[in-house]
């Protein structure tokens, strides 16, 4: 009984994280119709930049004031990659989709060397901010509040999200915008502005996906990718372009790989791509996209 309560908690903070990251790609891709291959690299992004920044300012400030370098190493990547999606990106595309992918490859493969070069390879770790908050007992176990945290900070994303696209002004825009451009631009809508936002939104939830596990784990090149193909999988689980996709697949895939590691760890990845196959078999378009 204590491991499952453990695992389930576990699947939850992994769920929130894999939300985020694949929202973000879900979002921009409903909007732009463009499959972001170095969306992993901001999640690795933010994580970098979040820990350096943790690194400069810890022995300066209070451990919980250090806690507003999340949200603040996010929104310099989301920043970034707004400048980069007009300039880079959007001659690309009216372009066959194949250029786009080729592209947002090189991307990713340029942001891994560059973040080499600004963060030396080395590993970043940053656990300073766990340290305040402690743990709470549960069920006779203890269990960090950190991730309690994290998956509060899930479960607001998923709710401000949903309000965001479905409640505000803004939103409508970017439900126009997907649904048909070109009509969309005929009415007025600024739909250059449209897609910088979208882009930079989305970025800015991979990259607070990345900032947020860095006082669990530490930011090490490689994990791009390794974000990028649990994204893609829980993206063609959920439906791409789809945020209740998002949410309902980061479940999915977060409780039978926690379940996975913890019980069958020979064969967790193959199980998770198993279950892709599956779903899209069933439902090529995924449980919640749109043909």
């Known amino acids: 009984m204590d491991i499952l309560i453990l695992q389930t908690l576990n699947a939850l903070f992994y769920a929130a994280v894999l939300f985020l990251i694949a929202s973000g790609l879900s979002l921009i891709y409903g909007v732009m119709q463009i499959v972001n291959v170095a969306h992993g690299s901001f999640y690795a992004l933010g994580a970098f930049v979040t820990a350096w920044i943790i690194g400069q300012l810890a022995a300066s400030i209070h451990p919980l004031l250090l806690l507003l370098a999340i949200p603040v190493g996010a929104l310099i990547v989301a920043v970034f990659a707004m400048v980069m999606e007009p300039t880079l990106l959007r001659p690309f595309y009216k372009r066959p989709e194949e250029y786009q992918l080729l592209l947002t490859f090189g991307v990713l493969l340029v942001l891994e060397?560059?973040?080499?070069?600004?963060?030396?390879?080395?590993?970043?770790?940053?656990?300073?901010?766990?340290?305040?908050?402690?743990?709470?007992?549960?069920?006779?176990?203890?269990?960090?509040?950190?991730?309690?945290?994290?998956?509060?900070?899930?479960?607001?994303?998923?709710?401000?999200?949903?309000?965001?696209?479905?409640?505000?002004?803004?939103?409508?825009?970017?439900?126009?915008?997907?649904?048909?451009?070109?009509?969309?631009?005929?009415?007025?809508?600024?739909?250059?502005?449209?897609?910088?936002?979208?882009?930079?939104?989305?970025?800015?939830?991979?990259?607070?996906?990345?900032?947020?596990?860095?006082?669990?784990?530490?930011?090490?090149?490689?994990?791009?990718?390794?974000?990028?193909?649990?994204?893609?999988?829980?993206?063609?689980?959920?439906?791409?372009?789809?945020?209740?996709?998002?949410?309902?697949?980061?479940?999915?895939?977060?409780?039978?790989?926690?379940?996975?590691?913890?019980?069958?760890p020979e064969v967790e990845l193959a199980v998770l791509y198993l279950i892709a196959a599956g779903v899209l078999l069933w439902r090529p378009t995924g449980l919640y996209g749109k043909a």
């Open 113 to 264: 060397d560059v973040m080499r070069i600004l963060f030396g390879g080395n590993p970043l770790a940053a656990d300073q901010p766990m340290a305040p908050f402690g743990s709470m007992p549960v069920m006779g176990l203890k269990y960090p509040n950190y991730n309690f945290l994290v998956i509060a900070v899930g479960i607001a994303a998923a709710i401000g999200l949903w309000a965001f696209v479905y409640r505000t002004r803004f939103g409508v825009m970017l439900r126009a915008t997907s649904q048909n451009m070109k009509m969309a631009s005929a009415l007025g809508l600024d739909v250059g502005r449209v897609y910088i936002l979208a882009f930079g939104i989305g970025c800015f939830l991979a990259a607070l996906g990345g900032a947020i596990v860095v006082p669990t784990q530490t930011a090490v090149l490689g994990m791009a990718l390794d974000a990028l193909i649990i994204a893609f999988v829980v993206v063609v689980v959920g439906g791409m372009g789809s945020l209740k996709g998002a949410f309902v697949g980061a479940l999915i895939v977060s409780f039978v790989r926690t379940a996975g590691v913890q019980f069958f």
